[in-house]
């Protein structure tokens, strides 16, 4: 029960495209990431996903537009709904991530970037 200062947090790992669970309230987690160019397309059936911008601008792509999520903001990507988080011209952009505990990383998508394990800060 103490504050968690986010962007101190995001100082402590450099690896993109890899979560790093910061807190957990009931079953869903608060997530920290970095990521920079295109992750890959995939959903998830059974869960919601919350992503806020703490650095940068978030290009999240869905099947028939792209919303710009400016720093500061935030998305929430429904369960089901088929999206890919990018950034342009080479930004590293910051996240804060709020999704249920056993939600997968990458959906029903195997990929190189998927993580199955989450490191705790």
Known sequence: MKPINIKEKHTLFSK???PHR??????MQVILA???GEFVWHSHDNEDELFQVIKGTLHMQFRDRTEVVKEGE???VPKGVEHNPSTKNGEEVHLLL???LDTAHTGNVEHERTQT???EL
């Open 34 to 36: 970095k990521i920079q």
């Open 117 to 119: 394990q989450y490191p």
């Open 98 to 100: 709020f999704e249920k």
């Open 74 to 76: 935030l998305i929430v």
């Open 16 to 18: 993109q495209w890899h």
């Open 22 to 27: 910061i807190a957990t309230v009931d079953n």
